[in-house]
């Protein structure tokens, strides 16, 4: 006997391996009388006992398949087993699975033996002596049967596909519940996200060919089946059991096929047959002693499929269908290892003190493919999507907002209030996630089956899209939550205010409506820097405008971003639930990678998501995020991809985006670049198409995780969203070493726009001039209110050339009244006035006027050249 202590938050493993004294070479040499068997301990030694072969015995195991059995002979076969271990040391091990009980820990019961009359003993009978109890009933405890020496055939499953399930069916022999157990597997996934096509994966009134042509057809698709589902009667078959099939012949009757034809029948899909479910009587019951055969559970895993459930005695169909449900609520809903959902089932089918389901259940696994198998994938981390109510079991660390959420919603219901909450935040936060992941569950859990969920984006066209989900069944009265996710898409991809308003207005008419069974509730995730223009939609004739509500703490939440505990659990919990391991020290290198980025949790989860889909076995390895150079490699593959989807004319806008939002403390030295963070005002071309384009172009880059979105003060902010992408990423650095002197002329320009929006100062002299030059060279570059500065500029510089001139005209003129105060006074002769007009004051008017001219056109060829010097000085 082996005592086995793992990881501490994993099972006690306790292994009883025995051999018989007699022909130990031979598991069938069974002799019916009085038995000595061998039992190896954890140091070496070997201690024997014997085991008492006796009529009397076969009579009692027989009672045990019976409806009227005498509760006694449970006690009595489980104290006969227990005194044949006691010779072998076994109540030092009792005594440690009590404490272990006591604990809450799990352990793992292998029955190994050498003699295979002994897996036709039920061990999940023996007590404990002290407490009188089976082994089986102990909540904590898992018996596992393995034969010696072999090994599960090498998984050759694709390691980041879930795998499909295949329920098979028969009737041959007699009525089976099918119905229920394809709803219990369909509910399961359903609830878990998880695709169940009844067409393709169910197959019914099975027979050897129509089983095998699915397997086969399966594994050609490339989607092979893991879990396969037999429901079917047992019979005996000579002197052990098999399952009752249809034939393949339409019309005929059942066979009983033997435990030899489907071994043959499954082993060539060892490899990717991971779990074997046998809803059936007696197909764990090996028949004779001593036969050859073995049960079919024992010789589907002795053929190498890696996990064969089975019942030992007859299986009652409420115990099935029991069985059933709790199976795979379990292994999809948990997600839980197939040892814990298999415990769960038997303490569900104990629950029938009637039935001895809960002691017929076996399974049938290998010590070496560990105590947590999984024998289902899941992915659980999301990368750069959005959870849904189907993932909510995957999301960690934001249990308080969605409790707020929670709070706030009630709150307005039991105020009469309109029943609208916006969840807003900076790109990056999460909100989506919150909402869909985290709310919604908790929301669809508090109505039970009385709530109908509809999810939504606005789009182009968000009133079609909000009327198509309302009318989609209109049959039903239930209340309705509608979740409006990423309601920006109003103002980014509507372009007819109009549509904007009536859309808004019909949402708040929604919420308005007064309280009954068919109200609707209606959640709202936005991104924050969005909600100033929320002024532009007004909600009633009263006036009331959507940014009002943004800001009312009743109908707002903010959620901040995630702190470092937080973001510890969001790559923590995930592992731990579907049975990965971290290499320590993996988790806080990755938060030290992070840092306080404002894009972290997106970032986050797409590392993970690349990590798990790099993974070695069940381990997230530091090599693996070596390889993927960190976090913001992850980052910079995304970049790279988005880049390369562009079109040429989107791929000059996106490269001037992004030199503008990098900081150049020093032209030579880039390791020293860092973020800057530019208004969208800022960034928007004066064109208004170039504008629609840039916007779209910058929805894309966010929503890519690139950029990132905030709020300062009323206005919309943008910044990439890790500095470690401009440390990294070799297409900007090529950017920002052609664009040195550019971005530099760019940059002042920005701290020229700064003092105008502050203090009004314009351009003047050298500064106008090095401005033009700049708008000359980088046009595309100069947003709304660089042009606005310049062309503001410019006006006054017009304006001031021509004060000029009327101030020479003016100073002309006061000169020919002075002259005229020394000329004599003429009284006789007007003629000599004009002749006097003509030679001294015309000539003097036109040479003013000439002059003028030629001081704006030598102003404007100076300025020109200026123009043209600052220009070649910055390109």
Not at 101 to 130: D, F, K, M
Not at 145 to 152: A, I, K, V
Not at 673 to 690: C, G, I, K, M, N
Not at 703 to 718: F, H, K, M, S
Request: a neutral charge; proline letters at 5%; glycine letters at 6%.
């Amino acid at each position: 006997m082996h005592l086995h202590i793992y990881n501490p938050k994993m099972a006690i493993s306790v292994i009883l391996e025995f051999a018989r004294t007699d022909r130990a070479d031979d598991p069938f040499a069974f002799r019916f009388a009085a038995q000595e068997y061998l039992l190896r301990s954890e140091g070496g030694s070997v201690a024997s006992s014997s085991f008492p072969w006796q009529q009397s015995l076969l009579g009692k195991l027989e009672a045990l398949r019976g409806p009227q059995r005498d509760p006694v002979l449970l006690q009595q076969v489980g104290d006969l087993l227990q005194q044949f271990l006691q010779p072998l040391g076994f109540a030092q091990h009792e005594q440690r699975i009590l404490e272990a009980q006591r604990a809450s820990e799990r352990v793992v019961l292998t029955i190994r033996s050498a003699a295979a009359e002994l897996y036709a003993l039920p061990w999940e009978l023996l007590t404990l002596r002290v407490t009188g109890q089976h082994l089986g009933e102990l909540p904590d405890v898992l018996l596992r049967y393995e034969w010696p020496d072999s090994t599960s055939a090498p998984s050759a499953c694709p390691p980041n596909q879930t795998g499909r399930f295949l329920l098979a069916w028969s009737a041959a022999a007699g009525p089976v519940p099918v119905a229920e157990h394809l709803s219990a597997l369909q509910s399961a996934c359903r609830q878990s996200g998880l695709p169940f096509d009844a067409e393709r994966e169910v197959v019914a009134h099975v027979s050897c060919g129509r089983l095998i042509a699915a397997l086969d057809s399966a594994q050609k698709s490339g989607a092979a089946v893991r879990v396969l589902h037999l429901l079917c009667h047992g019979g005996t078959v000579g002197s052990t059991f098999g399952l009752s099939l249809d034939a393949d012949e339409v019309g005929a009757a059942g066979v009983v096929v033997d435990a030899g034809r489907l071994r043959q029948l499954l082993a060539p899909y060892a490899s990717t047959l991971r779990l074997v479910v046998l809803c059936a009587c007696e197909s764990g019951n090996p028949g004779s002693l001593g036969n050859h055969l073995g049960s079919v559970a024992q010789t589907l895993h002795r053929a190498g499929i890696a996990s064969v459930i089975a019942s030992r005695y007859p299986l009652s169909v409420a115990g099935s269908i029991r069985f059933c449900q709790v199976l795979y609520e379990q292994l999809l809903l948990g997600p839980s290892s197939l040892e814990d959902a298999l415990l769960v089932a038997r303490r569900r089918l104990a629950e029938d003190a009637s039935q001895l389901d809960w002691a017929s259940l076996q399974l049938y696994a290998r010590t070496q493919d560990g105590d947590d198998t999984r024998p289902v994938t899941f992915r659980p981390y999301r990368g750069l999507l959005a959870f849904q109510p189907e993932h909510h079991r995957f999301l960690f660390g934001r249990s308080p907002e969605v409790a707020e959420i929670l709070s706030d919603l009630s709150a307005l219901i039991q105020a009469g209030r309109p029943r609208l909450l916006i969840v807003a935040g900076v790109s990056g936060t999460g909100k989506s996630s919150l909402v869909l992941g985290g709310a919604v569950p908790r929301l669809l859990e508090q109505h039970g089956g009385a709530l109908r969920l509809l999810r939504l984006r606005p789009g182009s066209q968000p009133l079609d899209v909000l009327n198509a989900a309302l009318a989609g069944n209109p049959a039903d009265s239930r209340a309705v939550l509608l979740i409006v996710d990423q309601f920006e898409e109003v103002f980014t991809h509507v372009q007819d205010p109009a549509l904007r308003q009536a859309f808004a207005r019909r949402l708040w008419t929604l919420a308005s409506e007064p309280h009954s069974a068919s109200q609707t509730t209606v959640l709202i995730t936005l991104r924050v820097d969005f909600i100033g223009r929320c002024g532009e939609l007004l909600l009633n004739d009263a006036g009331l405008c959507l940014d009002r509500i943004a800001y009312d703490e009743a109908h707002r939440i903010f959620i901040s971003k995630p702190g470092p505990e937080q973001l510890r659990a969001v790559i923590t919990e995930p592992a731990r639930l579907v049975g990965l391991a971290i290499e320590p020290g993996l988790t806080s290198r990755i938060l030290d990678d992070l840092g306080a980025e404002p894009g972290a949790l997106p970032l986050l989860q797409d590392t993970l998501d690349l990590l798990w889909q790099r993974r070695q076995g069940r381990l997230l390895t530091q090599q693996a995020y070596d390889e993927l150079g960190g976090v913001v490699g992850a980052l910079r593959g995304h970049a790279d991809a988005l880049f390369d989807a562009l079109t040429e004319a989107e791929q000059r806008m996106a490269k001037r985006l992004m030199v503008r939002l990098v900081e150049l403390r020093h032209e030579e030295d880039l390791s020293t670049a860092t973020r800057r963070r530019l208004t969208w005002r800022s960034l928007r071309p004066a064109s208004p198409q170039d504008a629609i384009h840039q916007d779209a172009l910058l929805a894309r880059m966010v929503d890519a995780r690139l950029l990132v979105t905030d709020q300062e003060g009323i206005e919309p902010t943008v910044e990439i969203a890790h500095e470690a992408l401009i440390r990294s990423w070799t297409r900007l650095h090529s950017w920002l070493r052609a664009d040195k002197l550019r971005l530099a002329a760019l940059a002042e320009f920005e701290l020229w726009v700064s003092r105008w929006r502050q203090y009004g100062t314009l351009l003047v002299s050298d500064e106008l001039v090095h401005a033009e030059a700049v708008a000359q060279h980088c046009a595309e570059d100069l947003g709304i209110e660089a042009s606005a500065l310049l062309t503001a500029s410019r006006r006054r510089r017009t304006r001031s050339s021509l004060a000029a001139t009327s101030l020479l005209s003016i100073g002309a003129i006061t000169l020919l009244s002075l002259l005229s105060l020394f000329i004599p006074r003429i009284r006789s002769d007007s003629g000599i006035i004009v002749i006097f007009m003509v030679i001294f004051v015309m000539p003097i008017l036109a040479f003013i006027v000439i002059m003028s001219l030629v001081i704006r056109l030598l102003w404007k060829r100076v300025a020109s050249a200026r123009v043209r010097q600052r220009k070649r000085s910055i390109g």
